[in-house]
């Protein structure tokens, strides 16, 4: 009994082109989410351990809020919702590199913030008997120390915050997820188009980590 | 040098040092010997305020350490420090190690620090290690290169926070070798620390103290021989 089920390689050659286009826009959504994540979330990570409460409060709001929400919900609130409140509509693509940016952050924070208190209060004491400032210590004597540990947990949330902008489907952001989809609507050959798009998907999670593992070997002393 | 008023610390509720009152003159070697938890390493963390002093006053060379209007980084340049555990930047080279506060502190330039790094490396015994990272290094190497950081600011006074008890027997002679060396220099040197032999050797007084206080201060040949208190004694026929 036969499911009249026929594997056609040919349907995947013919989607690259087109699924290609949808790759550029995840990676390109993917660098500048995070990169807006990283400045987000080393400023609050930092918020979180600094020695006035009301910023220390401020950072753990954000952090506790994004956390505590799924991400779906973010990005339909910054597309769907924002553009009420502030009276002009947002182009997907920023909404989506913002929701990404505003949800890696939070995780980012934490990051930054678990690494920094992982490095002895001697070095910060060390730092401060030579006459550095507060912030010179954390610039030159914590930070750097605290990169390296950073490594492999940002490695860890590059590659979730990539699969993350599989939802942005939900916007009509048209990254790969999204052009799947489209193809699918066109030729209705799931099983080859999604398999596609999961390999696609798989590659680029791969390349990030081992970016990330030549990166970790370089910094090894 | 160092002046201290009537000087009292609390952790909480628990009062570890009480009314310490204590002068070092430039050029002296001061020594503090006391029990653990005697409040020794409190007392000289308060003298570059790694602790913040609960009342009473700390006066080092001739600025109020309390002070809110005096800038705390210029008395720890003045005030160097040497830990137990050493606290070297691992991600620095012993001569950055030692160079980073002449460039970022002094505001010196790169040459001109690094001359002053190899120069106090040399005189630590390390001036082949310059580009050797701390891992690379023994307990006795990194406790000299972190003498050398402290020295490479300049300081008017160094204060030793148990400066061997980190170290193996076999490497506590070269660190306090080199602190000697200091001493007959002329350093001004507050040690804290349990080596007699150093304390007799270079130390113009020595310190007891116990449970917050200072029980009794003299010329090291006095306290080691003829200690007047019971406390003193009973410390001393332990450690001795």
């Given at each position: 009994m036969?499911?009249?089920?026929?594997?056609?390689?040919?349907?995947?050659w013919?989607s690259?082109?087109i699924?290609?286009?949808?790759?550029?826009?995840t990676?390109?959504?993917?660098?500048?989410?995070?990169?807006?994540?990283?400045?987000?979330?080393?400023?609050t990570?930092?918020m979180?351990?600094?020695?006035?409460p009301l910023?220390?409060?401020?950072?753990?709001?954000?952090i506790e809020?994004v956390?505590?929400?799924?991400?779906?919900?973010?990005?339909m609130?910054?597309?769907?919702?924002?553009?009420?409140?502030?009276?002009t509509?947002?182009?997907?693509?920023?909404?989506g590199?913002?929701?990404?940016?505003?949800?890696?952050g939070?995780?980012?924070?934490?990051?930054?913030?678990g690494?920094?208190?992982?490095?002895e209060?001697?070095?910060?004491?060390?730092g401060?008997?030579i006459?550095?400032?507060h912030?010179?210590?954390?610039?030159?004597v914590?930070?750097p120390?605290?990169?390296?540990?950073?490594?492999?947990?940002?490695?860890?949330?590059?590659i979730?915050?990539?699969?993350d902008?599989?939802?942005?489907?939900?916007?009509?952001?048209?990254e790969?997820?999204?052009?799947?989809?489209e193809?699918?609507?066109?030729?209705?050959?799931?099983?080859?188009?999604?398999l596609?798009?999961a390999?696609?998907?798989?590659i680029?999670?791969?390349?990030?980590?081992?970016?990330?593992?030549?990166i970790?070997?370089?910094?090894?002393? | 040098?160092?002046?201290?008023r009537?000087?009292?610390k609390?952790?909480?509720?628990?009062e570890?040092l009480?009314?310490?009152?204590?002068?070092v003159?430039?050029?002296?070697?001061t020594?503090?010997?006391g029990?653990?938890?005697?409040?020794?390493?409190t007392?000289?963390?308060?003298i570059?305020?790694?602790?913040?002093?609960?009342?009473?006053t700390?006066i080092?060379?001739?600025?109020?350490?309390?002070?809110?209007a005096?800038d705390?980084?210029?008395?720890r340049t003045e005030?160097?420090?040497?830990f137990?555990?050493?606290?070297?930047?691992?991600?620095?080279?012993?001569?950055?190690?030692?160079?980073?506060?002449?460039?970022?502190?002094?505001?010196?330039?790169?040459?001109?620090?690094?001359?002053?790094g190899?120069?106090?490396?040399?005189k630590?015994?390390?001036k082949?290690?310059?580009d050797?990272?701390?891992?690379?290094?023994?307990?006795?190497?990194?406790?000299?290169?972190?003498?050398?950081?402290?020295?490479?600011?300049?300081?008017?006074?160094?204060?030793?926070?148990?400066?061997?008890?980190a170290?193996?027997p076999?490497?506590v002679?070269?660190?306090?070798?080199?602190m000697?060396?200091?001493?007959r220099?002329?350093?001004?040197m507050v040690?804290?620390?349990?080596?007699?032999?150093?304390?007799r050797?270079v130390?113009?007084?020595?310190?007891?103290?116990?449970?917050?206080?200072?029980?009794?201060?003299g010329?090291?040949?006095?306290?080691f021989?003829?200690?007047?208190?019971?406390?003193?004694?009973?410390?001393?026929?332990k450690?001795?």
């Amino acid at each position: 009994m036969g499911t009249g089920f026929e594997f056609k390689f040919s349907v995947i050659w013919e989607s690259i082109p087109i699924l290609l286009t949808g790759v550029k826009l995840t990676i390109f959504i993917t660098a500048f989410g995070l990169l807006m994540g990283f400045l987000l979330g080393t400023t609050t990570g930092l918020m979180k351990i600094s020695r006035n409460p009301l910023i220390r409060r401020l950072g753990g709001f954000y952090i506790e809020s994004v956390r505590g929400t799924p991400l779906m919900v973010q990005v339909m609130f910054i597309y769907f919702g924002l553009p009420l409140a502030i009276g002009t509509r947002i182009p997907p693509i920023v909404a989506g590199i913002t929701a990404i940016g505003i949800n890696s952050g939070a995780y980012i924070a934490e990051i930054v913030r678990g690494t920094f208190q992982s490095i002895e209060r001697g070095q910060t004491e060390a730092g401060r008997s030579i006459g550095l400032t507060h912030f010179q210590t954390l610039y030159y004597v914590i930070w750097p120390q605290a990169f390296k540990r950073m490594i492999p947990p940002l490695g860890n949330q590059f590659i979730i915050s990539l699969k993350d902008t599989s939802l942005l489907v939900v916007v009509g952001v048209g990254e790969l997820t999204r052009t799947g989809q489209e193809i699918i609507a066109a030729n209705f050959r799931a099983f080859e188009v999604w398999l596609a798009v999961a390999v696609m998907y798989f590659i680029m999670t791969m390349s990030i980590a081992k970016v990330l593992n030549i990166i970790e070997r370089r910094l090894e002393i | 040098m160092i002046e201290i008023r009537q000087l009292h610390k609390n952790f909480g509720s628990l009062e570890v040092l009480k009314n310490i009152d204590l002068t070092v003159s430039a050029g002296e070697v001061t020594v503090i010997m006391g029990p653990s938890g005697s409040g020794k390493s409190t007392l000289l963390r308060c003298i570059n305020r790694l602790e913040e002093i609960t009342s009473g006053t700390v006066i080092v060379d001739g600025y109020d350490v309390t002070d809110k209007a005096t800038d705390i980084n210029f008395i720890r340049t003045e005030a160097g420090m040497v830990f137990q555990q050493f606290n070297l930047f691992p991600h620095m080279t012993t001569l950055g190690n030692v160079t980073l506060g002449p460039l970022k502190v002094r505001k010196m330039n790169r040459k001109e620090a690094e001359n002053l790094g190899r120069e106090l490396l040399a005189k630590v015994g390390l001036k082949d290690k310059a580009d050797t990272y701390p891992d690379h290094l023994s307990g006795g190497q990194k406790q000299r290169v972190a003498i050398a950081r402290a020295l490479a600011l300049k300081p008017k006074v160094i204060l030793f926070d148990e400066p061997t008890s980190a170290l193996d027997p076999e490497l506590v002679g070269e660190v306090l070798d080199v602190m000697k060396q200091l001493g007959r220099e002329g350093m001004t040197m507050v040690v804290v620390t349990h080596e007699m032999g150093f304390a007799r050797e270079v130390a113009d007084r020595v310190i007891f103290m116990d449970e917050g206080v200072i029980i009794e201060e003299g010329p090291p040949e006095e306290i080691f021989t003829h200690p007047r208190h019971e406390r003193t004694r009973s410390f001393l026929g332990k450690v001795i």
